[in-house]
Each structure stands twice: as structure tokens, then as C-alpha cells.
């Protein structure tokens, strides 16, 4: 009954639209991050990943990634912070309520806004909709989360 009012369910197509335009191989909310498969100051070296498979990692892979993971969970995100409030509780933005996020709790955060309830304008709530799961934006999406995952 809804259908239109959230961006999630045009993802990714409705994001593309709305954002910079980035030039050459540069990305990211300022432009200053090297595309994915890039890497150098200018960006101009071809960087390829391999994704290897888990079953398949050495005891010393395994725990590399095991210490990257808790590094993740005691490193604070440097370019983003979470909402601790409703725009609401902030006095209509008047009153910011935000914390520091680590770098793990902000892919915990983003993996679950993709997922939750869709609040509407008037106040009410489309429950039980799962943009990221239950939509053609399920694998878009996904490539997506785990290229910033493994940035």
C-alpha cells in the first residue's frame, strides 16, 4: 500500500541518482576514496581481489581475519557517527544526540537499517518490510555491503 514512499525499495538506482558525481576512479561521500579495484594516490593502480573461499583459509588467514574483526570492534569510525536520538528528542535537530561509532557496530548499524521497519512521513510504520532481503536490491545490496566490508 505504500509502494514509492521509501527509497530502500528503488535501491540501488534511487541512491545513484541523489549522489556526487565522482571523477575518474574516485569514490566515496567526498570523493576521496580510490574506487573499488583501485588503490594509489591518484588511483590509478589496478587492484584486484580475490575472496577466498573460508573452508579454504590456513589456520594463519583464519586468525588474520579473526584479528582484523576485533580490530574493527576497538577501532572508532573516523567519517561516521550513529543518531542516539529521534529528530524529536533533538529538539527538531536543534539539540544533536549522536555517539562514536566503532567501525564494526557501524556494518552491524547499516546491515540493520537496510532491514528494518519503513517509517512514514504521517508517523505510521510499514512493518514486516525488508528492502534489503525481500526486494531485487537484494544482491546489489549485498556486493555492495561486503566490498565496504572489506575496504
Not at 10 to 32: K, S
Not at 63 to 83: C, G, H, Q, W
Not at 86 to 115: C, K, R
Request: aromatic content about 18%.
Amino acid at each position: 500500500p505504500f509502494s514509492g514512499i521509501d527509497d530502500r525499495e528503488n535501491w540501488p538506482i534511487v541512491f545513484y541518482n541523489r549522489t556526487c558525481q565522482c571523477q575518474g576512479n574516485f569514490m566515496g561521500y567526498n570523493c576521496g576514496e580510490c574506487r573499488f579495484g583501485y588503490t594509489g594516490p591518484n588511483c590509478t593502480i589496478r587492484r584486484n581481489m580475490i575472496r577466498k573461499e573460508i573452508f579454504r583459509m590456513t589456520t594463519a588467514e583464519k586468525d588474520k581475519l579473526i584479528a582484523y574483526l576485533n580490530l574493527a570492534k576497538r577501532t572508532t569510525s573516523p567519517d561516521y557517527v550513529i543518531a542516539t536520538g529521534t529528530y524529536e528528542q533533538m529538539n527538531n535537530g536543534s539539540n544533536p544526540m549522536f555517539a562514536d561509532i566503532n567501525v564494526y557496530d557501524l556494518f552491524v548499524w547499516l546491515h540493520y537499517y537496510a532491514s528494518r521497519d519503513a517509517f512514514l512521513e504521517d508517523g505510521s510504520v510499514w512493518a514486516d518490510i525488508d528492502f534489503a532481503h525481500e526486494a531485487p536490491g537484494f544482491l546489489p545490496w549485498h556486493r555492495f555491503f561486503l566490498l565496504l566490508w572489506e575496504r
